[in-house]
């Protein structure tokens, strides 16, 4: 036993300091940390503009892993899908966005969960809560219908599985992914993905990327595996399975290019697939290198309107390859332009489409001119008179209203956007800017913002004031350069 003995004014101040570490750590800041360490509901959806519910909180998004037993075209076939997801908060449940499909089991980190669907929404309740920052599996088996399909009525027309003589077709824009696959579908949440796909000895499935594998089993199917090699917003997934001939070549600098053709379109449609060199040639010239490891053109023996920029393989409807050159290569060369400006740079919300829609019929239309096509000033004299109109009718070009978002505004009236931009700055800064916006945002998501600052820092003076008034006014600026330019009266009723 110690003889020492500690005085009573030594015990107050061991006291009053143990009093004040304890409030320290039971004050504010701690009933914030336990707040935030307390499981709660992910949000079940990013609260964008146009789609509100689309999207989801609480978790960030891994990886995906497809697995698919297609049968026959229109026809139900077993599938599921490996969601891999780290937790941004403690998480008591979250939501995926998934439509359609018989639903038969969700299993979290290996153990049944508890689930309800509202409209898109599959609300997932695991057996344990996930801590924040925590890793967890998710894998769905479900029946999946290839025959779901929505309808807009703008240029998308309809979207989600595609049906094809022999197969299908993917077409995701603008939040059809779900009808496919439970997901985070949303164009600012990327992930990568692996496709493992089983199909008849007959067909032929490929999907964005890279072909990793093709197994022929003992039962006489065959089993695919892609693997997508860069993360892929859910709107940019491509499956396609049918009877297709594989088109192997190369492009500038030896980049590998696949198209992918039915059967009988492998002629018709060789002439303009072909011009695909030149075009990457053209566009790097603009843009700088390739983003991405491949590409190549899926030809859709469908009748689809229009095509789709999903990453390194666009879908291009077989109509676009048997017109005239003109049109094929605008079409080709726009779809071509979004692998930098729409896929690699990604959108950060759907009221920035206009960087991605805007820019692919910019550099599509300039593209055009120089190979026989039309004024490329004319074009935009065109689209100048028509521009209040198209405000008033769809939005602003970073205003868009729902469903307009895929109208002309978002097209010929966003590249107007980009028109008067050069006329204002120069042709050189401009290309400095366009430039600087690809090598900056690489593999990254931005938006409106985003592009009205770093135009401003390479034009070495803010350029808010001139851009904020095309982007969201309701009145079409001056045109620089272009007093003449009129602007026709809206017509309303």
């Known amino acids: 036993m110690s003889r020492y003995r500690t005085s009573r004014r030594r015990t107050r101040l061991v006291l009053a300091a143990a009093i004040t570490v304890t409030a320290a750590l039971t004050g504010p800041a701690a009933v914030s940390r336990a707040a935030t360490d307390t499981p709660a509901p992910g949000a079940a959806g990013l609260g964008d503009p146009m789609f509100p519910l689309d999207g989801n909180g609480g978790y960030t998004v891994r990886h995906y892993t497809l697995d698919f037993d297609w049968q026959a075209p229109r026809t139900p076939f077993a599938a599921s899908t490996t969601v891999k997801a780290t937790a941004t908060q403690a998480l008591?449940?979250?939501?995926?966005?998934?439509?359609?499909?018989?639903?038969?089991?969700?299993?979290?980190?290996?153990?049944?969960?508890?689930?309800?669907?509202?409209?898109?929404?599959?609300?997932?309740?695991?057996?344990?809560?996930?801590?924040?920052?925590?890793?967890?599996?998710?894998?769905?088996?479900?029946?999946?219908?290839?025959?779901?399909?929505?309808?807009?009525?703008?240029?998308?027309?309809?979207?989600?599985?595609?049906?094809t003589p022999d197969g299908t077709v993917l077409y995701p824009q603008p939040n059809g992914a779900k009808m496919i696959f439970p997901s985070n579908d949303h164009p600012s949440r990327r992930a990568p993905v692996t496709f493992r796909v089983t199909t008849p000895a007959d067909r032929t499935a490929v999907a964005n990327g890279r072909l990793v594998d093709r197994?022929?089993?003992?039962?006489?199917?065959?089993?695919?595996?892609?693997?997508?090699e860069q993360p892929i917003a859910t709107q940019l997934v491509q499956l396609a399975i049918g009877k297709f001939t594989l088109i192997d070549s190369k492009g500038p600098g030896g980049l590998p290019l696949r198209d992918v053709v039915p059967d009988a379109l492998v002629a018709p449609t060789k002439q303009y697939r072909d011009l695909t060199p030149a075009h990457l040639t053209w566009l790097q010239q603009k843009l700088g290198p390739y983003p991405f490891n491949r590409y190549g053109v899926l030809v859709g023996d469908t009748d689809l309107a229009v095509a789709l920029e999903t990453q390194t393989l666009s879908l291009v409807p077989k109509a676009d390859l048997l017109g005239t050159k003109v049109d094929a290569e605008r079409n080709l060369v726009h779809e071509l332009v979004h692998q930098w400006l729409g896929d690699s740079v990604g959108i950060a919300t759907w009221s920035d489409l206009w960087l991605s829609e805007g820019h692919a019929r910019f550099y599509e239309r300039w593209y055009s001119e120089e190979h026989g096509g039309d004024s490329f000033e004319a074009a935009m004299k065109t689209a100048y008179e028509n521009h209040d109109q198209w405000r008033h009718d769809a939005g602003a070009p970073a205003e868009p209203t729902e469903p307009n978002l895929f109208k002309r505004m978002r097209y010929d009236g966003s590249a107007l956007v980009l028109y008067a931009l050069r006329e204002q700055v120069g042709a050189e800064?401009?290309?400095?800017?366009?430039?600087?916006?690809?090598?900056?945002?690489?593999?990254?998501?931005?938006?409106?913002?985003?592009?009205?600052?770093?135009?401003?820092?390479?034009?070495?003076?803010?350029?808010?004031?001139?851009?904020?008034?095309?982007?969201y006014g309701s009145k079409t600026p001056p045109m620089p350069g272009h007093p003449d330019w009129v602007v026709n009266p809206v017509v309303t009723g």
């Open 429 to 471: 800064t401009f290309a400095k800017i366009e430039r600087a916006w690809v090598t900056q945002y690489r593999g990254k998501t931005a938006s409106t913002a985003d592009y009205i600052a770093l135009a401003s820092k390479i034009a070495g003076h803010d350029l808010k004031a001139f851009l904020r008034p095309w982007l």
């Open 215 to 228: 197994t022929e089993r003992s039962d006489g199917r065959v089993r695919w595996t892609y693997d997508s």
């Open 92 to 163: 008591s449940r979250f939501d995926l966005d998934f439509a359609g499909n018989e639903l038969h089991s969700v299993t979290v980190n290996g153990r049944a969960a508890q689930t309800r669907r509202e409209g898109d929404e599959l609300i997932v309740t695991p057996a344990s809560p996930i801590p924040k920052g925590g890793s967890f599996t998710v894998k769905v088996g479900y029946t999946a219908d290839p025959t779901q399909v929505r309808h807009r009525d703008d240029a998308i027309e309809d979207y989600g599985w595609i049906p």
